[in-house]
């Protein structure tokens, strides 16, 4: 009757810990030997009983990086003569990769020395890839919030997807415009020397794992590179790297319009299974997210920039009309004034009366000319940018009282007339920004060239502008950013200190013969 019960018991504990995923051990430290509950040789990938169970199986089984700490916490946990815990990895005979919590205590014999140490290890390879996953998606989505480049973004996603697949290599690649080839938009640990080589290749029936992903626009999972035809003519790159496995899956919009494709390697022959097809569709999906909010990022710059480019055109169009047929019909209507004038002798009240008129057709003209220039100042495309920016720096002192000391290292240049023009309305933004919230004394701006740049800092003595984030930023440092990044540029906004406020510019420099031959003229 007790053995019964015995045998009940036991199949109950080998029911629990199945469903539990929790396995149960004993190593015997006078004698070596090691036993192991069924679940434990399930977790470990071996049918129960199996094979004997050995320190050096149990080492060996461990990913190479882990042995040196597990040994350290089992020695330690000796000499403590107390419980332990600590989390392991283990690789399995197919090569997949578990993590284990183990939990143990010391048992000492009755000489008070160590006899055996047992204990618990319970899978938890699930629900720790499912926080790594939560953690890296999170991660990308912050980033990609925050205004990360692309590229960073996809480094995200890359790395906690390498991760929680130990072992593995990841890339994305993203389609061209034309839908017809592939580049690389992520893959930090694949080798260099075979990026460089797929970089820009076709896609088609037979492209590799991702060429024939996005060419089909569906999964295409090839467990061994050496053997599979859709591989014949990219095996050679992949050969001297040993990678022998590749996943790739496309990559669409919420449209189902295909964006690239996510790719995980391996250096063995493996067929994906259903964890790691979750893997590759959620890196996908996040990777599409990021994707498609950065193209529509990049279609809404392109848009203001146009915006932007035709209000130029209209300022340019406005200011010299103003400045030509206004100014020309008020300097005819001056000169006519002043003949009338010398043709009335005698008359003191009519000369009088016309004095007055030519006085107010000067102050016309100065208001003509002045409007003008504040939409479009013929200098900056007459001359150029330093003697633009000269010229503004001279008319804000002269309105406001406040001093606006200019110094330029760099000669004049004929710059792209885009990107000059880009750089006059940030600084003109900068000092309106001075006028209406900094109560500056003294603004110094500093123009100067350094490695194919073109710096450009404008720095008061006032208040100093607020600590917030770019994202919380007035529309006017919103603007001023903007404009900079339009030109492949930056413009970063802080606090000086003691007080005041820094706008520094920095943009690559572009000349008109560049931008003729972009626009292929």
């Known amino acids: 009757m007790v053995e019964v019960k015995s045998e009940a018991l036991a199949r109950q504990l080998d029911a629990a810990q199945a469903i539990t995923h929790v396995g149960s051990w004993e190593w015997d430290i006078k004698t070596g030997s090691v036993s192991w509950s069924d679940e434990l040789y399930r977790i470990y990938g071996l049918e129960p009983r199996s094979r004997s169970v050995t320190l ?49 205590e010391v048992v000492c014999g009755e000489d008070g020395a160590p006899a055996s140490l047992l204990g618990t290890c319970r899978d938890v390879t699930d629900a720790v890839r499912s926080e790594r996953l939560v953690a890296g998606e999170r991660e990308a989505l912050e980033k990609l919030a925050a205004g990360a480049t692309l590229g960073d973004v996809l480094s995200v996603i890359v790395r906690f997807i ?66 599979d035809p859709l591989w014949t003519d990219y095996r050679h790159l992949l050969e001297p790297h040993g990678l022998r496995a590749c996943w790739s899956i496309p ?67 406005i200011s010299r009309e103003i400045h030509d047929e206004l100014g020309q019909a008020l300097t005819a209507l001056k000169l006519d004034v002043a003949w009338v004038a010398r043709r009335a002798n005698g008359n003191d009240e009519l000369r009088a009366k016309l ?32 003697a633009a920016l000269e010229w503004q720096a001279e008319e804000f002192t002269r309105r406001t009282g406040t001093p606006c000391v200019m110094r330029a290292d760099a000669g004049e240049l004929q710059l792209d007339r885009e990107l000059a023009t880009t750089v006059f309305r940030i600084f003109q933004e ?83 013969s560049e931008r003729d031959r972009e626009l292929g003229t």
């Open 56 to 104: 050096e199986l149990f080492l060996s089984s461990l990913l190479p990086e882990d042995r040196d700490r597990i040994q350290g916490e089992i020695q330690g946990a000796i000499a403590r003569k107390g419980r332990f815990s600590y989390r392991e990895r283990i690789v399995r005979p197919d090569g997949s990769v578990r993590v284990l919590d183990t939990i143990g």
């Open 162 to 227: 390498e991760d929680a697949s130990p072992g593995s290599f990841a890339s994305i690649l993203l389609l061209d415009e034309t839908g017809l080839k592939l580049y690389t938009g992520a893959a930090p640990h694949l080798p260099a020397a075979y990026s460089k080589a797929i970089d820009g290749a076709a896609i088609g029936p037979s492209a590799g794992s991702c060429g024939t992903a996005a060419f089909r626009k569906e999964p295409v999972f090839v467990s061994d590179i050496t053997t």
């Open 251 to 317: 990559i669409f919009t919420v449209e189902g319009r295909v964006l690239g494709t996510f790719a995980i390697y391996h250096k063995d022959p493996r067929v994906p299974d259903p964890a790691s097809r979750e893997l590759i569709e959620r890196a996908a999906h996040v990777a599409g997210i990021a994707i498609e909010r950065r193209q529509l990022d990049e279609q809404q710059r392109a848009l203001s920039a146009r915006i932007e480019r035709a209000r130029e055109e209209e300022r340019t169009s």
């Open 355 to 386: 004095a007055e008129m030519a006085n107010a057709t000067d102050v016309i003209l100065q208001s003509v000319r002045r409007i003008s220039a504040e939409l479009r100042p013929g200098i900056l495309d007459a001359i150029g940018l330093r």
């Open 430 to 512: 900068a000092l309106t920004n001075v006028t209406r919230h900094a109560s500056a004394t003294q603004v110094d701006v500093r123009l100067w060239l350094e490695r194919g740049q073109l710096c450009l800092d404008i720095a008061d003595d006032g208040v100093g502008v607020p600590e917030i984030s770019p994202r919380r930023s007035t529309l006017g440092l919103l603007g001023m950013r903007e404009r900079a990044r339009r030109c492949g540029g930056e413009c970063a906004i802080r606090r000086r200190e003691p007080r005041g406020t820094l706008v520094a510019l920095t943009v690559p420099l572009r000349f008109p």
